[in-house]
């Protein structure tokens, strides 16, 4: 059962396009994470797909049903973590508290396990502002969770945690994924994340998937031609070859994926009298190379 | 619980945890007992003229002081923005958006909520007056010992007349939060009063100027029977809640589809 199908996304500010055409699919039960560099769209994406952001087109399904047109329906199947939000007035027991009241949910014991599950229960009557980030990262998974939900949507959730801190978080979303069968997506710009728990991983960069698959596959070790010159590359010349992710463009950087096309790419900048300084080949798994890239 | 209730409880319960809120209202109960001491001491630092009065004109005169201060404007304006920009800045907001079908109740509950923190200010106002009056002026040369006194219908024109201007104002701030941070918002709805104020004193848009509206010291005097003051004052509120309607519509057509970007 598919618990998120995203078709032909597309999400602009302004003149801007955040989103390109992005079609991404979620099954019961599935961890995915959704890798990509600061600007990526990760949390763009993480906003449609709950309806706080509205895309210029595409659509959006979850649990089988059009997330804008039965929203009151499907959202509470969800849990969510974007930016940990808290009123630093009230302490971590009263934060969760009024999320339950507002989803019409109120269950003592549902915060007790939920809390316990996070440890976050012995501090429960302490004011959140006295929470170390991590400890704020652990209240945000707990409201995430407190609705018992199909669907978990996690954005960045191991920025700010210690390494012990990112170890348990990811024990606690196999352990949901696993033994309850929550369906989990969770966007990260740490490659070691994805890779380690993820049954797919999502490859999103300004705006356009670039890869949609298993692990290792994506880490698997293929040759690339990184073409390097003294001028910066303009965009349009390639626009196919980069729509149909055969290539990879920055500044004075072209990142050529196959080789078939290879011939093709260095006849346009002979056209184009652009000077190739140098042409070398690298063996690396795309994350190894999108990672290197989004550095 | 309906979903409107719930939101509303859920508001409520955040104003009333706030220690800003907690600290205004405290003030605002302290100042008549202050002023009841200081008459009762017949302290230098009060002087008190003209007729005597009745506790509950007392109790409105204080009122009318806070006002004469914009107290509760300044402190409604904080209240607003932190509850609206603040909570949109914060991303406090996104979570209850998820977790409602219907972003109109939600901002309908927020509204509803500091509307009823702004009668529990007056109610304590009013009643901080009365009792210091009780306390510290029955029975001194200022006080006629009255619970009401004369003509003190036209001493309650003026907390309900100002429950509508301040009621104005948290609907601009409100719609002020939805394209501006807690800063911005604060500085430019504290200019729009002093705008307004400004603009009460030019005779031929003065009539249109809630401010002015809502100042029944400023056109009280002309209306000599009660009956012709009522109809003013009836008349006046209705123009507010004109308004208080327009910048709410605008405010709920922009929030249903407004995109949460931070």
Known sequence: MEVLSVENLTKKYGKKVVLCNVSIKVSKGEIVGLVGPNGAGKTTFIKCITGLLRPEEGSIKLFGYDLFQNYGRVIKDIGLLLEPAFYDYLTALENLKILMIASNNYNLKKIQEVMEFVGLWEVRNKYVTTFSFGMKQRLGLAQALMSDPQFLILDEPTIGLDPIGVNELKEKLVYLSKNKGVSILFSSHQLLDVEEICDKVILLREGVVLYDGVPKEAVKQKEYYIILSNKKFDKNTFEHEIMNNYLDLRDNVLIVRKQEILNNILKKLYDQNIDILDIDIKKAGLLELFYIEGQ | ?262
């Open chain 2, 1 to 262: 619980m309906k979903a409107m209730e719930r939101f509303y409880y859920i508001e409520l319960y955040k104003l009333f945890k706030r220690k800003d809120v907690f600290w205004s209202l405290l003030i605002s109960i302290f100042v008549p007992l202050l002023f009841g001491l200081l008459a009762k001491t017949e302290s230098d630092i009060l002087t008190i003229s003209g007729e005597k009065f009745s506790a509950i004109q007392y109790a409105i005169m204080m009122f009318g002081f806070l006002k004469t201060l914009f107290f509760f404007c300044f402190i409604f304006i904080i209240f607003t923005s932190s509850t609206f920009a603040g909570e949109l800045e914060k991303g406090n907001l996104s979570l209850l958006l998820v977790r409602s079908e219907n972003r109109v109740k939600i901002i309908l509950s927020k509204v509803l909520a500091l509307l009823t923190v702004l009668m529990v200010f007056i109610f304590f106002v009013i009643l901080s007056g009365i009792i210091s009056y009780y306390i510290f002026l029955y029975n001194i040369k200022f006080a006629t010992n009255e619970f009401l006194g004369k003509e003190y219908l036209r001493f309650l024109y003026m907390p309900l007349l100002s429950i509508f201007e301040i009621a104005l104002l948290i609907m601009i701030t409100m719609l002020l939060s939805l394209f501006f941070g807690v800063y911005k918002t604060n500085l430019l709805s504290i200019g729009l009063i002093i705008l307004m104020k400004v603009l009460e004193k030019v005779d031929k848009i003065k009539v249109f100027i809630p401010t002015y509206l809502a100042d029944i010291n400023a056109w009280g005097n002309i209306y000599k029977t009660e009956h012709e003051l009522l109809i003013k004052v009836m008349q006046n509120i209705g123009f507010l809640s004109i308004y208080i309607a327009i910048v709410l519509i605008v405010t709920l057509c922009y929030f249903s589809k407004m995109e949460i970007k931070n």
